[in-house]
């Protein structure tokens, strides 16, 4: 995770982030403090990546690499606001003794790459339509090794597929259907039948935006449904508050990047 110690709203470069807002950054740390806490509550172990100046979306971990099994991707930003975001990941990792491959693609990290399992039995969700080239994802099976399920997100409020989909295990998936393409929202509706259906009002408080470790969900307050129906499956809802980061267009799961060694 990245404190949002330079978190603002500086451009527009998602349909949630509208020039001229004024961001409450004291009360975007207290929140973001609230959701580190909340994980090592649940027992995760928090790095941190040191926030740099003039990287206002820094705080939006998720986007700089993809990790399985121990293998780094490193992530290459649409945007060249969000290129260098990238290198601070990226020498994170090689700092923490990892090998990081380089892509040669676009690719947002785990904003559009969702590994789905684990072991050699993973399967990854892979987006595109906003960011993520559809070439990266072809790069993203060879470096990791595992099957790729490409899927095309056309609602521009839903830019990433961290937004329109939460992998709550292994084999249970939540996910709004219109932000797919018909194609997409075949595949999805035929390897993940059971899946949980958001309410369109919980998809648009970014309600999909949520971390699971199989047991726990961690996802926004305000997508009450969601949590509902999580809860009806099983699993733990753990709400959090993040409403000064919806600003940027993110919540939990963009400010998490999950390091899967
Ligand atoms: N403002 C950031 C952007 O538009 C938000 C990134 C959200 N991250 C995510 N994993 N969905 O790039």
């Not at 035929?190 to 699971?212: C, I, K, T, Y």
């Amino acid at each position: 995770m990245c404190p949002p110690t330079h978190f603002a709203v500086e451009y527009a470069i998602n349909p949630w982030m509208l020039p001229g807002t004024v961001v409450d950054r004291r009360l975007a740390l207290a929140q973001w403090e609230e959701l580190r806490r909340t994980y090592l509550d649940l027992g995760h172990r928090v790095d941190l990546l040191a926030p740099v100046p003039g990287l206002p979306d820094m705080v939006y971990a998720a986007n700089g690499a993809t990790v399985v099994d121990g293998t780094v991707l490193a992530a290459r930003f649409r945007h060249p606001q969000r290129a260098a975001e990238a290198v601070a990941h990226a020498t994170w990792f090689r700092w923490a003794g990892t090998c990081v491959v380089e892509p040669e693609f676009v690719n947002e990290g785990e904003g559009d790459l969702l590994v789905v399992g684990s072991g050699p039995d993973a399967v990854i969700l892979a987006g595109h339509g906003f960011r993520t080239d559809p070439r990266a994802h072809a790069e993203a099976a060879r470096v990791f090794g595992r099957e790729i399920v490409s899927l095309e997100l056309v609602d521009p409020r839903y830019y990433h597929l961290d937004t329109a989909i939460a992998v709550l295990d292994a084999t249970t998936l939540a996910w709004l259907p219109e932000a797919f393409t018909p194609a997409s929202r075949a595949v999805l509706q035929e390897r993940f039948p059971d899946a949980v259906v958001a309410d369109p009002a919980d998809a648009a408080v970014l309600g999909l935006n949520a971390v699971s470790d199989g047991r726990h969900v961690v996802l926004p307050v305000r997508a009450t449904r969601l949590a509902a129906a999580v809860a009806e499956r099983g699993f733990v809802p753990v709400p959090v508050d993040l409403s000064e980061l919806l600003k940027g267009g993110g919540g939990p799961k963009c400010c998490t990047l999950e390091v899967r060694t």
